[in-house]
């Protein structure tokens, strides 16, 4: 009973949130989100986390450089946040997203054919649901479910909203669906930048972290690519959205080593897209191993 009030208390109090971001509009509401943790982000002891993460991709940057790309990172989630609420006023038809390589997209839905879909967690990613869904491919989007039920309900109907109907919780039985969902033709989505430490051992940065094979097992016993996608954000709460060249495994017998092979070129892509617009990275998330955390040498004192 105690765990249910708790779980309506937090339902009303998103709805609340969900209702004052779309009373103001999306430029406010995302500037509000943006304003509101790069204020209050630094202060917290996540700050720590994005240091060091910042330290570890980019050791030869100046100290004064990591901690202003800190706090523009900040800016760019707490928009993220704040976007959410109101994705239905963010798809292509808002004349907000650029879209590169839409060719691809629609050689996709047109084959009838499903592909595996990639990305890490750049910018604003329900953009990149959005954009696939508005071209008119079946597809879906794998989410980490709310432990509040009740919200957990709301950001699915917000989903919904801007078209996303098909979704696969993370786990034993969304992987189910999934497999069920490709054989039916239905192309699946799904983040592949963080930490899965029973994942093959590849490279990130320079520093071996673990991901998840899914997206190349997937392509693998399908017999399809894997299609990355990246978002970048531009000034006025524009973004752009690019279908890059796809992924082609080969199946070469050595399953574990097709796979590994998959899951790093995977990797590689997310890096270098991170490398690319470090600012739109969400550098909150642990992604190394404790000990290349615990490797790290002490910041010089200025």
């Excluded at 890096?271 to 955390?293: C, I, N």
Aim: charged share 20%; proline share 6%; glycine share 8%.
């Amino acid at each position: 009973m105690s765990q249910r009030l708790v779980w309506r208390i937090e339902s009303v109090a998103f709805a609340g949130f969900v209702g004052l971001m779309r009373l103001l509009g999306l430029e406010r509401a995302s500037a509000f989100g943006g304003w509101l943790l790069r204020t209050l982000g630094p202060r917290t002891g996540t700050q720590r986390t994005v240091m060091r993460n910042l330290r570890i991709a980019f050791p030869d940057m100046a100290v004064s450089e990591r901690e202003k790309l800190a706090i523009a990172q900040w800016e760019q989630t707490g928009r993220t946040f704040a976007e959410t609420a109101m994705m239905d006023r963010l798809t292509p038809a808002s004349g907000r997203i650029e879209i590169v390589g839409a060719e691809r997209l629609a050689d996709i839905r047109d084959s009838g054919q499903p592909v595996v879909f990639v990305s890490g967690h750049m910018a604003n990613i329900e953009v990149m649901a959005a954009v696939i869904v508005g071209a008119g491919v079946p597809c879906q989007v794998t989410y980490r479910a709310a432990n509040n039920p009740y919200v957990d309900a709301q950001i699915r109907e917000l989903r919904a909203r801007y078209g996303i109907k098909l979704f696969a919780a993370k786990g034993g039985e969304g992987a189910r669906d999934l497999l069920a969902g490709m054989a039916r033709g239905e192309s699946v989505a799904l983040m592949n930048d963080q930490k899965f430490s029973e994942g093959p051992e590849v490279l990130f940065f320079g520093h071996p972290v673990n991901a998840a094979p899914g997206p190349s097992r997937l392509a693998l016993r399908f017999g399809t690519v894997i299609q990355p996608m990246s978002v970048v954000r531009l000034p006025g709460v524009r973004f752009r959205v690019t279908a890059h060249e796809p992924i082609r495994l080969q199946s070469t017998g050595d399953r574990s080593a097709d796979i590994a092979r998959g899951v790093q070129a995977i990797t590689s892509f997310v890096e270098e897209r991170v490398r690319e617009h470090p600012v739109d990275w969400f550098w909150v998330h642990k992604r190394w191993p404790d000990a290349v955390y615990q490797a790290l040498p002490a910041e010089p004192q200025v």
